[in-house]
Every structure is written in structure tokens, then in C-alpha cells.
């Protein structure tokens, strides 16, 4: 089977990997139907976040049952189905409470750059879709996996609601869909920054309300300067997420403090909102699919990275 | 008139202030029945905040109103008031929503330790009790100016519902008015801490708790040791409040990324509290007076100091 592998700074090889197999009762192997470059796989791959051997990348992804382990009782070989990010039974105390992502039992999924995927934890995984769905859909149903399902989390982390004033910090594939999610939420008012000086985008949001800031400010890019831009563009007593791996973020008590907001973020359980962003989907009511500007096949994977890399692409789709 | 004054570090003062008199037509005038000794005053007292020249101290207070000004229209002479150490407007954008300790027109209250009080924005700060209070009442309607509505607020910031599992870090007068809010609040569980290893303490709380974490911490210290205490003793989605102004606390975007909890605190809007407080003093509901554990006359205030600073007093309360 080939794969994607990452073997140091801007270096992905397409190459030829073992075939995944069941190792646990648990274990679904999937084929997958679409995979894609994640904004955070850049880190690893621009070398900001070093890698110790040649591993194997992706973590988003959607496709065909084709094997489940004894123990898997929820999905079927021949359903199309879509999984989280991180593996989780959806059954302990952390996912019992929605937080699926800090599952006791989560496992990151690394591997999804390729024709066939082992998932552990199948059943809490993975949420089939109502049918096998039409081709048109699949860009769609692939970014409930990680991308959309984080731009509803940091959304819904930053208590949009029907009428909120919502800032969107930054315009990546997250930032994007994060705008999406919050129109779907109801947002009476959404503000979409891309890199501004940090106090300059500041002031001009409070221009824009009134001087009183927002009411949502969602942090999507995970840099100390789009933290600092979130956290003072919000309003007194309002809701900042945050939902890109932070680098090199540290956020001083006191500055906290007087900003009076309040703060939530961490990996987006995806898994929670799957069922309801699937049903979205599936009815045509959202279309997160329009995300990826560049579609390529899986072997020029590497290409896909380079055009994110270069800014050429917001977020590389491939099909195996 | 006689008020406490800050020299510098451990040298308070009790002597000749000015009088207070109305400056603006929004002032009133109180005579103080009753005011104390913050935990935050033995920041400056200990010169760990250094001060510019000699301060007058105190924010916390209640009292009969003297005087006053032209557009006072909500307090009258002769009511017994009760007002936040942020004097609010309680009109604008930021009260509407409930934030009146960042009123867009807040002024601080630090001339509290006195015999007589100029309170700003009188109509927007003061809340008058239904009639003059009988002496007993004294110390938990002062509570509520400050410590109590501070620990009310950590208990509301951590989203303490009925049947939470509750932690309150720090065992001073904001802690244990933070644990009888979270009782109030229907807690089903509350858990006190005082000085731990930060490990250490939070394993302990792991135990208690099934290995969960508690739905609610209240960080009621405002040391970089006591927030991370608090935050890793949260369960995930957990929520954690601070309430004391922060002291060298820096937190790492990474580490809260992956605690995965909720995060709200800052100087409480005791403002927006103070009716439902009176109103459970009033009638008996909650005694937070038992807070104070020394009391004195006013021209002692020093002697109050050196007894919080000594640990031999964790709340001091004055009588003019």
C-alpha cells in the first residue's frame, strides 16, 4: 500500500507502506474515500515542530468499511463512514461529558495519507453515513473529520448565538469554517481578521461595535500574536475558543484577568458533533467541501503540502 | 476625620484624612458602619506592590448615606447602603451585560478604611438594604461589598450547578466564601485546598473523584502555583474560575490547550450580585459574616494588618 511519509523539513515521500491489518477486536480497517493536508500538519512538515524518524501523516479521513474486529458491533463492512481525529471509545467519563478528544482511551489517528486506514475503537469512533453518498458530497463529509468539526467547536466554545457579534481570527481552512459555523449558529454579525498588528485589529474591531468588542471571538491559527488579538477584541464577559495546537503561547494572569473573558478551547471533539454535522451535510445545508481549492490525486501528495506550504492552497484534498 | 494611610511596607497609619465631600452630582456621602481588611491589601503591605507615596487603603464597606449629590435620585440620606470596591454606572454596555467591575466609567473604591466614604456613581453603586439592619447583620451585608461577592463569583465563573463536584483552592476569606456559594449554588460535593504540591494535590483530588477531575475549581490565591493546581484538577470541559488578581502567574498556551477546561475570571462584578445576596442575608440564608475571625475599632487597623499578615487573622473587620 502507498502512503504518505514525512522524512524531515518540506520532505514527503509517497511511498510504499505495510497494509494496515486488525490488531485489536476493537480495530476497523477503512478504505479510504478522501484524505487531506491539515493546516497543523505544516508544523512537522517546516520542520517548527521536528520530527525523530520517518513517519507517516494524516489524520483526516472518510471511506469504506472494509473489516472490523470481532469486538465491533456499530459499523459494518460496505457503510461509509467518518471518524474523528483521535480514536475514542465514547464511552468514559471525558467522552461522556463531550470531550471525546481527552477520551481515556484516545488514540491520535497519524496514518490517513493513504489507500487504507486502521481506526482503533471503532465503535466510538466511526459514524456511518445514512447511505454510501454521492461523489459531490465527499469534500464535504471529509472535513467533518477534523477541519469543519473544529471550526464548530471553536464556534460553539465561544457560546455563539443566534444575534452574537462573532470575530473570526484568521483565514485559514479553520478561520473559514469557523465563519461557516457560526452563520449556521445564528451569528448576527461575523468579522473575519487575517494578520493585523495586533493592537491596530484590535481598535478597529471595537470601532466596529460600537467600542464595546465582540461578543464571540473565535482563535483559529494558534500563534501568541492571534491569541492576544482574540483575547482583546472581545468584549468584557465574552467568550474566547481557541483550537490550533498554540506555539509558543504565553498569556500573562494579570493581562487575563482585566480582559474579564472568558477562555475555552483544547483539540475539538469532533466526535461530538459528528451525527448533527453529518445530518448537515447529508440534507445540503452546509457545504464545508468548498474549503479545499486544490484536489489532487494521493500520489502528488507531496505537491499538496508545497502548495499550502507556498500559500498557493488554503487546504489540499487527494483521492486515493 | 480619621483614616488608615500606607506608608510603605508593614506601615499603616491611622490618622487625619480630608473629609470626604460630594465633587461630582453623582456622589453620595456614607458614614461607615463597618469595613475591613482585604487579602489584596497585604499585596501593597507587604510591598510586593510597591506604592508611589502614602495611600489611603480599604474598598470594602457599608454604611448610612450622609449627603447626596443633585442627580442622586436611587439612595437617599438615611438608607444603609452596600456598594462594590468598583464604584459602576451600572448603565453602560459593559454593566448591561452583567461586567460592572469593568464598567466603562468604573472607578476604584480605596479609601474605605475611614470613618466616612465618598462613593461615585452612587445611583449605579449602591444598593440600600430594606431598612436599617439590626447590628448582627453588620458583618455579612460587609461581606458582600467584596469577599463575599468575590467567592459568589468564583462559584458562578466555575459554573457551579446543583450536584457539582466542586474544588475551591485556597482556604482564605474568598475560599471559604467560595465554598458556602457553591453550597448555595447546590454543590453536591466541595472540596477545600490549601498549600499543596501542585502534583501532589492534584492527584489527590484525581482520587476523590474517580479519577475524573472536578467539574468546577475555584482558584481563590492568585499565585502561578495555585492556578496550575486549579487547572489540573479540573475534569476536562471542567471550569475553572480566578478571582484574586494574579501575581506572576504565566500560563502556557499548550498546557491549557490540553487541559481541555473552561477558563473565566477577573475582579467579580459584585455589583450584579448584590441584590440576591441582601436579599439571602437579609433573611438569614447565609451568614458569610463568620468570615471575620478578629474584630476591632477602626483606630486599630494596624494592629488588623499585622494580624493578617502574621496568619493570625484570616479576616479582619474594623467598626468606626
Redesign the interface.
Given at each position: 500500500m502507498l502512503g504518505a511519509v514525512l522524512y524531515g523539513p518540506r520532505d514527503v515521500r509517497f511511498e510504499e507502506r505495510d497494509i494496515p491489518r486488525i490488531m485489536k477486536p476493537t480495530d476497523a480497517i477503512i478504505r479510504i474515500s478522501a484524505t487531506c493536508v491539515c493546516g497543523s500538519d505544516l508544523w512537522p512538515y517546516r520542520g517548527i515542530q521536528p520530527i525523530a524518524q520517518p513517519t507517516p501523516m494524516g489524520h483526516e479521513y472518510c471511506g469504506i468499511v472494509e473489516e472490523v474486529g470481532n469486538a465491533v458491533t456499530s459499523v459494518k463492512p460496505g457503510q461509509f463512514v467518518i471518524g474523528s481525529f483521535f480514536a475514542s471509545d465514547n464511552s468514559c467519563?471525558?467522552c461522556q461529558?463531550?470531550?471525546q478528544?481527552?477520551c481515556?482511551h484516545a488514540e491520535f489517528i497519524g496514518t490517513a495519507q493513504a489507500s487504507v486506514l486502521r481506526v482503533p475503537l471503532a465503535d466510538g469512533t466511526l459514524v456511518p453515513t445514512p447511505a454510501v453518498p454521492s461523489d459531490d458530497l465527499i469534500p464535504s463529509l471529509l472535513t467533518l473529520s477534523d477541519v469543519m468539526g473544529t471550526g464548530w467547536f471553536a464556534a460553539d466554545a465561544a457560546s455563539v448565538k443566534p444575534g452574537s457579534t462573532v470575530v473570526v481570527v484568521g483565514d485559514g481552512a479553520v478561520g473559514l469554517l469557523g465563519v461557516l459555523s457560526s452563520k449556521q449558529m445564528g451569528a448576527g454579525r461575523i468579522i473575519a481578521m487575517s494578520r493585523h498588528a495586533s493592537r491596530e485589529g484590535a481598535a478597529h474591531i471595537k470601532e466596529l461595535t460600537?467600542?464595546?468588542g465582540a461578543d464571540s471571538v473565535l482563535e483559529c491559527v494558534?500563534t501568541?500574536e492571534s491569541?492576544l488579538q482574540a483575547i482583546s477584541t472581545s468584549?468584557?464577559?465574552g467568550y474566547v475558543s481557541?483550537v490550533g495546537?498554540?506555539?509558543?503561547?504565553?498569556?500573562?494572569?494579570?493581562q487575563?484577568?482585566?480582559?474579564?473573558?472568558?477562555?475555552?478551547?483544547?483539540?475539538a471533539p469532533v466526535r461530538r458533533y459528528l451525527p448533527e454535522m453529518i445530518e448537515l451535510v447529508w440534507n445540503r445545508k452546509i457545504n464545508p467541501g468548498k474549503v479545499f481549492d486544490l484536489t489532487l490525486s494521493l500520489d502528488q501528495v507531496a505537491e499538496g503540502y508545497r502548495a499550502m506550504d507556498e500559500r498557493r492552497a488554503i487546504k489540499t484534498l487527494l483521492r486515493p
Open positions: 467519563s471525558n461529558v463531550g470531550y478528544s481527552s481515556q460600537n467600542g464595546i494558534g501568541q491569541m468584549r468584557k464577559g481557541y495546537v498554540p506555539h509558543g503561547v504565553e498569556l500573562k494572569g494579570e487575563l484577568f482585566f480582559a474579564h473573558v472568558h477562555l475555552h478551547g483544547g483539540p
